[in-house]
């Protein structure tokens, strides 16, 4: 399926299509530490910051996916980057997160990027946790039951970091 | 001397008293992870977040430090607090900054947080360090070459993490 998907740039005219995808996952409230009640605008605004540089994973020209880009620091940190990604529930286990790793690793080398960082990886999601690992990040720390998950309760977040 | 110092929520007053504090360490760029060419305004905009409570250390009515108090992560994760601490250089050696810690800690816990964290701590701020690591916090991990120091080059970051 990969080799139909497309990678770019999201324009203001997807950001219904963003919020598709990472609205049910923000409601949800297990893999990303933000208030599960949080409007489409509130989402929104979050995940199209204007430190973020936001893409989309289309195919057939529907979005799967999208992810953020950002400096993951200012000033004397800001060679290192950091991401968000979200994949539409019904494109789960089709590649479509792999994909945009990869777009994004490479982009961010491009942008000058010299590694990159995840700060908040909830244990939980394993999914996550072996996509990133299989993608050559390495868990640097657990940080100590830092995830409140709506079923599991406290649970571990992991500090996840490649070179570029 | 901290006998005499006594901690108080900033107030809109003290701005340019912050500034005093803040603007030289953040123009040295040594220990935080902000933009060395910032105004006051970029400054205490940063400084005073609506998500930070803000808190000044004065003796005599002068300010010698100040520090924030903020949720580390939204949502899930908001249990566990993350603060930023500065002290004037001409108050450093003097007890400021370890009152000030002793304090948020304190006030973080009858807050209802259960932990604190700090996600980057510069690995040569050695004052830093041990200071954190005196009041409990433990080093999680290293983030590798996190920091471009003006005089040192890239060294480490600290994660260092404390339960309340």
Not at 25 to 52: K, M, N
Not at 135 to 154: M, S, V
Request: proline share 3%.
């Amino acid at each position: 399926m990969t080799a139909a998907l497309a990678i770019r740039p999201a324009l203001a005219t997807d950001r219904q299509a963003v919020w598709t995808i990472i609205g049910p996952i923000v409601a949800a409230g297990e893999t990303y530490a933000l208030p599960r009640d949080w409007s489409a605008a509130q989402a929104l605004a979050y995940w199209f910051l204007d430190a973020h540089e936001v893409f989309v994973a289309e195919e057939e020209g529907k979005a799967l996916g999208t992810f953020y880009l950002q400096a993951n620091q200012q000033g004397g940190g800001a060679h290192v980057a950091n991401a968000g990604f979200a994949t539409a529930a019904h494109a789960s286990g089709r590649g479509v997160a792999r994909a945009m790793g990869h777009f994004a690793l490479a982009h961010a080398k491009a942008r000058g990027f010299r590694a990159m960082q995840f700060n908040f990886v909830v244990s939980t999601n394993e999914a996550a946790v072996h996509l990133w690992a299989s993608l050559g990040f390495e868990t640097l720390c657990r940080l100590p039951e830092a995830f409140d998950h709506p079923a599991a309760g406290l649970v571990d977040a992991l500090v996840m970091f490649r070179r570029l």
